[in-house]
């Protein structure tokens, strides 16, 4: 083998290409503390995401204590079949749709991989139905390399087709009326962006080295509420394909939010504060998660007011998530 000392290279020389090469080397040590975080699909190839959820919300009416539990889990399928230089095509496919909710006895399935009925007297059917629907139609979605969803280009088209029978509902009264909310809720495009970015958007677009945060500040809708969620992402380090992330998001009611209408009863949630967190390992090929473990508490008081009663009903949620990559 060829040794730098038996080369006859003057000494001044010899030590500014020895020192060339631990330059070098300290140049490739410190690429893998670092790496860049973006969107990187390979065009027209199909992957698929899980997540799964559980929240156990106590609501505090006159003294009585009512407690919900609630599983929420979807399965998210993400293609890209075109790029430009800000922003990808891609088609995407919420797969599946279930949601598990017992309140006080009462439990509610709401299931897409099944017909549901339109015309059922149960609320999970229904909605069901409608859930169904969805997962059967792609959304095309343009993109920015953060994850984040810049439009749902085919979104009013889509909610048109789903919802247009709503009207054979038979569900009557108030419940009626909750759950014709709930469907348009569901397949708005508020909610479809909330649903995909929570898989997507999470990633700084930018190189970063181990020891960097950046921020991304959203506002969502859930339940009918909204809220601005700011998150602080912070890169603890590389390993191989992986980066490790440590997640923290302050969430509170967004400015101005809208209170929730529900028959002749107006909810506000004015003070709706919380906290989570959650250890994230993104593939940086792709800048897709391969897990996100989070644990969330949120607690505020609602107002509740209608012809001749107000009053107030102090709300405590604690949740653990999970989202995978499916191979």
């Known amino acids: 083998m060829l040794k730098i000392e038996n080369l006859f290279i003057p000494k001044p020389m010899k030590k500014i290409l020895l020192s060339g090469i631990v330059v070098l080397l300290s140049v490739s040590i410190m690429a893998q503390n670092g790496a860049y975080l973006k969107m990187n699909l390979e065009k027209n190839k199909v992957y698929r995401l899980k997540s799964s959820s559980q929240q156990t919300i106590t609501q505090t009416i006159n003294g009585n204590q009512q407690i919900t539990d609630a599983k929420v889990d979807y399965t998210l399928s993400l293609k890209m079949i075109d790029a430009t230089a800000d922003f990808m095509v891609t088609e995407i496919h919420i797969d599946t749709m279930k949601t598990n909710t017992n309140a006080m006895g009462k439990t509610i399935i709401v299931n897409s991989a099944v017909d549901g009925d339109i015309k059922s007297a149960e609320m999970g059917d229904v909605l069901s139905c409608f859930a169904n629907r969805l997962s059967k139609n792609a959304l095309y979605v343009k993109m920015d390399f953060k994850g984040k969803v810049i439009e749902i280009v085919n979104a009013k088209m889509l909610s048109d087709v789903i919802m247009k029978d709503t009207s054979s509902i038979t569900i009557a009264g108030m419940i009626g009326t909750g759950v014709k909310k709930q469907i348009a809720e569901m397949i708005s495009a508020r909610s479809m962006e909330t649903i995909i970015e929570m898989f997507t958007y999470h990633l700084p677009g930018k190189q970063v080295t181990a020891g960097d945060n950046w921020d991304i500040n959203v506002t969502t809708t859930t339940g009918g509420m909204y809220l601005d969620i700011n998150t602080k992402y912070h890169l603890n380090g590389i390993n191989g394909n992986s980066a490790n992330l440590t997640v ?80």
């Open 248 to 327: 923290e998001s302050a969430i509170k009611t967004s400015a101005n939010a809208a209170p929730i209408i529900s028959g002749p009863a107006k909810v506000t949630y004015d003070d709706i504060n919380g906290l989570s967190k959650s250890t994230m390992i993104t593939d940086i090929s792709t800048g897709l998660i391969i897990e996100d473990k989070a644990k969330t508490h949120i607690a505020g008081n609602l107002g509740i007011s209608g012809p001749g009663f107000s009053m107030t009903m102090p709300m405590d949620i604690n949740g653990e998530s999970n989202i995978i990559a499916i191979q």
